[in-house]
């Protein structure tokens, strides 16, 4: 015979995010890919402007020599981001801070040399793209468990 048993968490429905652009900063797949992963748990909402997510990118790119020989260069690349949702309290007409958390992911490749140089641009836009979605599932998890006892902390 067999048994099946499963678990599960209830995500609170009635909760809706919105998503909010950083001014200033090309985050268009950040703000995408957090959108999509919302909307695939009916989180979304475009109308819903009661909890706004806001999205604070920052990439970090570097080359370094990892053999004695000095034949072989790598490119790292690091991500982090911050994430704040922000409860609307419009009786009072202020911004309430409800969670912020900074994630930060990285990874390296093999440099190719001068003749390869699509190979570079393709490998930075693929790992970026990647750690974009590691980060946004870290965030995704974390706004699974946020309680429903909320604190506030009030923004200037």
């Not at 801070?97 to 001068?114: D, M």
Request: hydrophobic share 35%; charged share 20%.
């Amino acid at each position: 015979s067999i048994f099946l048993f499963s678990c599960s968490k209830k995500v609170d429905l009635k909760r809706k995010y919105n998503v909010d652009v950083v001014a200033g900063q090309n985050n268009f797949s950040y703000q995408n890919t957090l959108i999509q992963y919302l909307d695939s748990m009916k989180l979304y909402s475009t109308t819903n402007n009661n909890y706004v997510i806001q999205i604070s990118p920052n990439i970090n790119q570097s080359v370094f020599i990892t053999d004695i020989d000095k034949t072989s260069d790598r490119k790292k690349i690091t991500l982090s981001a911050t994430y704040n949702i922000l409860k609307k309290l419009k009786s009072l007409n202020v911004e309430c801070n409800v969670f912020s958390q900074t994630y930060k992911r990285s990874s390296t490749y093999l440099f190719a040399s001068g003749e390869f140089n699509q190979s570079n641009v393709a490998a930075d836009e693929e790992i970026t793209q990647n750690l974009i979605n590691l980060i946004t599932n870290d965030f995704i998890d974390d706004l699974l468990q946020l309680d429903k006892r909320e604190s506030c902390t009030l923004k200037n």
